[in-house]
């Protein structure tokens, strides 16, 4: 059974913890796939008022978290090798790499991830130096603290491992798998306020069924994220842009795909 193992080092545990409860994630705890050790980074302060920041040298208002404490912590819970690619330290920040789906999946593969969050200005530039393999940014945006970064790090990464959702092949045609955007769906009743479900969902007929979500998810692609389009080579947009033509009016409305492959040059 494929398991994965992360290492929160915090200065708010209970930030991580309170959202361990939640019921996918701490089931897959209980089940042994998942493991979350959180470590409060206050015990290791080197101070005798437990503090385990200080002022920023050159000036500024802001504190940083100090090289000291956060090696002890980091010493604490991993037998430090750092570019050992089966564990990683991973440091939350602004600037690190953008977090993503692809990304996800291929670091699922790791035995265990050691996730350093942040607060105040940051963390001494020593510590990244020393014992960091990857920043990771969840968003081009300054957050408080890295607690989030790392929540939305364990959850992504945990979809990918088997046995933590409930069922693997509904993730299979997820937004991002494939590069692409999910279609549009739909729950019953088939109609609900004048808007009925398109035809081919209930058609019962599973390779049509199949064609029409690819076809809806690349053209759902095209009008929401464009840029997720820019390099492919294996769309066949003559085939799309008749199946486009082909969508009686209040379908691609009720879709929202009105006005995408209108002009002849796409
Ligand atoms: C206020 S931020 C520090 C920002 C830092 N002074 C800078 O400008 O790069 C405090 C902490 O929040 C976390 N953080 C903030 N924004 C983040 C983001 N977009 N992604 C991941 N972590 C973030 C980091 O752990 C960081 O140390």
Known sequence: MKKIKFQVVTLFPELIQSYLKDALLSKA?????????VTDLRPFS????????????????????????????LNSVHIFKKGNSDKKVV????QGKPWNSSLAKEWS??????????????????????????????G???????????????????????????DQASAAIDSFEDG?????????????????????????NHQKISEWQKKCAILTTLKKRPD?????????WPELQDFYKKMNPEEKTLLGLDGLLDTENK
Do not use: W
Not at 91 to 94: A, E, H, Q, V
Not at 117 to 130: E, K, L, T
């Open 29 to 37: 705890i209980t089940s042994g796939v998942l493991c979350v050790d």
């Open 46 to 73: 080197d101070t005798k008022y437990k503090s385990v920041d200080d002022t920023v040298f050159g000036g500024g208002d802001g504190m940083l978290f100090k090289y000291k404490p956060l090696a002890s912590a």
């Open 91 to 94: 440091y939350l920040s602004p």
């Open 109 to 138: 593969k790791s035995e265990e991830i050691i996730l350093v969050c942040g607060r105040y200005a940051g963390v001494d530039q020593r510590f990244i130096h020393h014992f960091v393999d990857e920043e990771v940014s969840i």
């Open 140 to 166: 081009d945006y300054v957050l408080s603290g890295g607690e989030l970064g790392a929540l939305v790090m364990i959850e992504s990464i945990s979809r990918f491992i088997p046995g933590v959702l409930g």
């Open 180 to 204: 692409l955007l999910e279609a549009p769906q739909f729950t019953k009743p088939q109609s609900e306020d004048g808007f009925t479900v398109p035809a081919v969902l209930v058609s019962g």
């Open 228 to 236: 997720l389009l820019a390099r492919r080579k294996d769309i066949n």
